[in-house]
């Protein structure tokens, strides 16, 4: 069972355009929503993450946008480009001691100049 | 440069042998994990541990096992190899309620 369901799997858009990948969850004990980067040949890499007490993060051309209600989280990359073409992933963890992560399967994005 | 390194980049075996995948990492964290990743499937955890000789069970655990003797090592251990265990083989670690840090993972093929 996939604690956390991630869509597109794989998506292109132009240079410049706005990439939007989405994440669900059901477990109401997840805590912490972080999304990694990974480029081919490498391990995934920490992007940017989001505690529910807030609603939205921005780091750089990275937002978090964060729906507490509705159990949902997405990445939004503006200006995108190709450099931005990756794999990413969004995850999520319950407050324990192992600090746990459940992944979601990933989106292949792909930034066409 | 905070790291985790594993020993391996790419890795061909036979089927029927004993694997072992290094892992280690130099920030005193007391996290580690062992995922496998596969296309279409993300990644899926096969073991973790929260302190040395401590091990958990993740998601995947058969035909692995693993070994956490010191602090800063993990290794994954696959008892007898078989070729549905080709895959990306990622080892992680992180503090409590920290983030995770990725190696660059051990491309293993089993023939």
């Known amino acids: 069972q996939q604690q956390v369901k991630q869509s597109p799997q794989s998506l292109i858009v132009q240079k410049g355009g706005i990439p939007i990948i989405n994440c669900a969850y059901e477990n109401t004990a997840f805590d912490y929503f972080p999304w990694y980067q990974q480029f081919p040949g490498k391990g995934p890499a920490l992007l940017i993450a989001i505690r529910p007490d807030v609603s939205e993060k921005k780091e750089g051309r990275f937002t978090i946008s964060f729906n507490k209600s509705a159990k949902q989280f997405s990445l939004h990359i503006m200006d995108s480009q190709p450099g931005d073409s990756a794999t990413y992933f969004c995850?999520?963890?319950?407050?324990?001691?192992?600090?746990?992560?459940?992944f979601g399967t990933g989106t292949r994005l792909t930034v066409i100049p | 440069d905070v790291k985790v390194t594993q020993s391996s980049r790419y890795l061909v075996k036979r089927t029927g042998e004993k694997v072992f995948l290094e892992c280690v990492q130099d920030m005193d964290h007391e996290n580690m994990f062992w995922y496998r990743q596969d296309p279409g499937l993300g990644l899926r955890l096969i073991y973790f541990s929260y302190d040395v000789k401590m091990k958990e069970k993740g998601d995947i655990p058969e035909g692995y096992s693993v070994s956490r003797e010191k602090k800063e090592r993990f290794s994954l251990i696959l008892e007898s190899a078989s070729t549905n265990q080709t895959s990306m083989y990622l080892c992680?670690?992180?503090?409590?309620?920290?983030?995770?840090?990725f190696g660059s993972g051990t491309r293993l093929t089993v023939v």
């Open positions: 992680a670690s992180s503090p409590n309620r920290g983030g995770y840090t």
């Open positions: 995850a999520a963890s319950i407050k324990t001691g192992a600090n746990n992560l459940f």
